[in-house]
């Protein structure tokens, strides 16, 4: 059974940072892709950052690029996100997602595309 467990959510000023990191454990998940998704309301789940692969392609929403960076440590067999210049509206609950298929293009956005998730981890913007 995979597990995700996060960690590294909290309260920060706007403009300052933080990082949040996500540990896999069950399976070794380098093929596969891993993301990270927030929640934005309570039907809606959106992509913030994505990795195809460990060292293959990856993506991010408009609202985050050049602010964040997503990571992947194949030892630890973990995904990280690093956050700069976080503004108010980066609040939100913050999922680390992992699915157990290889990237697909058309899907790696839609949350329904991942097998496994994290718990969740808040991150509060304070202006």
């Known amino acids: 059974q995979v597990q995700l467990v996060e960690s590294g959510g909290g309260l920060v000023q706007a403009g300052g940072s933080l990082r949040l990191s996500c540990v896999a454990s069950?399976?070794?998940?380098?093929?596969?892709?891993m993301s990270w998704f927030r929640q934005i309301s309570d039907n809606v789940r959106e992509l913030v950052a994505a990795?195809?692969?460990?060292?293959?392609?990856?993506f991010y929403s408009d609202s985050v690029k050049g602010r964040f960076t997503i990571s992947r440590d194949n030892a630890d067999n973990a995904v990280y996100l690093q956050m700069n210049s976080l503004k108010p509206e980066d609040t939100a609950v913050y999922y680390c997602?992992?699915?157990?298929?290889?990237?697909?293009?058309?899907?790696?956005?839609?949350?329904?595309?991942?097998?496994?998730w994290g718990q969740g981890t808040q991150v509060t913007v304070s202006s």
């Open positions: 997602a992992a699915d157990r298929r290889t990237f697909n293009m058309a899907t790696y956005s839609d949350p329904r595309t991942y097998t496994y």
């Open positions: 069950g399976r070794t998940l380098s093929p596969y892709p």
């Open positions: 990795s195809a692969w460990r060292g293959g392609s990856i």
